[in-house]
């Protein structure tokens, strides 16, 4: 029997797609330029042991599996491989739990991060990683690439707020990894080694996320500057100086007249670049973060800055923040960089993206979650102009090759997919790089686990 003929005969009515135009929906993540190929069939799966079914007859067959959340990726990684069976889990997106006392929440992977984090707002709780496509992303996808976000630089990414979870593993056991207490060394960090993989070491079936309480209302300080090096000088002086920031966003004329095109947010486009902080400190000690971040911007060369009292005009620049990606998506395909260097490394690095811009000739865009250090550098190529693609990518390459040289890394955030794999072999030693060949043979021993992403296939 086929495949596909065993698949239906095992699962629900409703569960498999194979309708070519349904399936063009679920071809590519959001990566430009990654290549991708038609699957056999999409399986929507409800439960746990749809998906270990799934995985089962996948093994039996050697046939590749790949799981996808929203498709919001950057890096490829949610990208079809010939023949293979994608796994989408927006039928599985209940919200199991939410524990006041133990301050945990428990999802399915399909959860939307933004619908979590308001059912969690309902019980007093808060689930910080907040990645610019919270509106779209998934908890699964989330976990799969370790998404970091704008509250990171003081909250920490995804992988601190991962208890515990469900997978089916390469062979097709359905195991839980990791806890649901606050603390616990029982074993290897098998759950942690999931985080940041990719949906190539296995898939995960639930999750068990940490909370914090409800956060206090934040305070926002914004700078205006006429050079992308002086607002890194900025950055390196606000994080030099002890505060640390609730966000300290980096987005540029490019991104802010994109987004107002755009949405008509009414966005001063005045300056060169703007830095957007947080602080979330309470009462007067938050008071003076919030003027010894404004003094910092003010001390590098800020054409202005103010500790905002509008919550408005806060949440608007917060917004052109988030938006900016989509935005720009409008004006021609956009290759995003995702290097993450030291935060002393930041004002040369973004003077180095400005040199390599001039050098290819290319319009690169910069958003940053520049506190973190996490540089995105978008690369923007007019529609159809194969010249300004090729110059592109080796202005990606060039990037990627200083980021390294910085002491940084070849991604922040988004992870190694498809694009990154070349990066990664620059970044990591062998000997490191055939610890990860041992880690995927030991767990995925079939190689049937969205093959050819992350590292390549021996
Ligand atoms: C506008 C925009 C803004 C963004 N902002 C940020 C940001 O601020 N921070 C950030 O980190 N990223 C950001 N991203 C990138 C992207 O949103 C994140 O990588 C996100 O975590 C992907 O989630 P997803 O549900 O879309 O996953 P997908 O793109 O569907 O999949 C991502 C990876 O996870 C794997 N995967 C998905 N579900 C599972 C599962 N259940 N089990 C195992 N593996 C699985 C896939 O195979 C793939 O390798 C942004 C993207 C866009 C388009």
Request: aromatic fraction near 4%; charged fraction near 20%.
């Amino acid at each position: 029997m086929s495949l596909l003929e065993e698949l239906t005969g095992d699962l629900p009515a409703g569960r498999i797609v194979t309708d070519p135009d349904v399936l063009t929906r679920y071809l590519h993540d959001e990566a430009e330029w990654a290549p991708y190929e038609a699957p056999l069939a999409v399986v929507r799966p409800r439960t746990a042991a749809d998906v270990q079914t799934v995985v089962r007859r996948c093994v039996a067959h050697r046939t590749p599996v790949i799981a996808r959340g929203a498709g919001t990726g950057l890096s490829g990684g949610a990208n079809a491989i010939a023949g293979s069976v994608m796994l989408s889990f927006e039928q599985m997106n209940a919200i199991a739990r939410i524990d006041e006392l133990e301050r945990l929440a428990v999802v399915q992977p399909g959860v939307v991060n933004d619908d979590l984090r308001s059912a969690c707002a309902e019980h007093g709780l808060w689930y910080p990683p907040d990645p610019a496509s919270a509106p779209w992303s998934t908890i699964g996808g989330n976990v799969a690439t370790n998404a970091g976000g704008l509250c990171c630089v003081k909250y920490g990414v995804t992988r601190d707020y991962v208890l515990g979870m469900q997978i089916v593993t390469g062979t097709g056991e359905l195991v839980r990894l990791g806890r649901s207490t606050a603390k616990g060394v029982a074993g290897y960090d098998l759950a942690g080694l999931m985080v940041g993989s990719e949906g190539t070491l296995g898939i995960i079936t639930e999750i068990t996320v940490r909370l914090r309480p409800r956060r206090p209302a934040e305070r926002t300080v914004a700078g205006y500057f006429d050079s992308i090096v002086s607002a890194g000088r900025a950055v390196e002086a606000v994080i030099g100086s002890g505060v640390i920031p609730s966000a300290l966003e980096l987005i540029d004329r490019h991104c802010l007249r994109a987004v107002d095109d755009w949405k008509k947010l009414g966005l001063s486009v005045d300056a060169d670049v703007v830095l957007l902080g947080r602080v979330d400190t309470v009462g007067a000690a938050g008071e003076s973060e919030a003027e010894t971040m404004r003094a910092c911007f003010e001390k590098c060369g800020a054409t202005w800055s103010a500790v905002s009292t509008d919550e408005t005009e806060s949440e608007a620049l917060f917004q052109a923040r988030r938006l900016a990606y989509p935005a720009l998506e409008r004006l021609g395909p956009l290759l995003t960089e995702d290097i993450c260097v030291p935060i002393g490394a930041v004002p040369d690095m973004l003077g180095r993206i400005e040199e390599i811009a001039a050098h290819h000739d290319i319009l690169i865009a910069n958003i940053a979650h520049a506190g973190d250090g996490n540089l995105h550098p978008l690369l923007i190529t007019p529609p159809g102009d194969t010249a300004a693609r090729t110059r592109a990518q080796s202005a990606f390459t060039d990037i990627i090759d200083a980021a390294l040289r910085f002491g940084g890394t070849v991604t922040g955030e988004h992870g190694v997919g498809l694009l990154k794999m070349n990066g990664l072999a620059k970044e990591l030693d062998p000997v490191v790089m055939s610890m990860h060949h041992a880690v995927k043979q030991s767990l995925d021993p079939y190689g049937i686990l969205n093959p050819g992403k992350v590292i390549p296939t021996p």
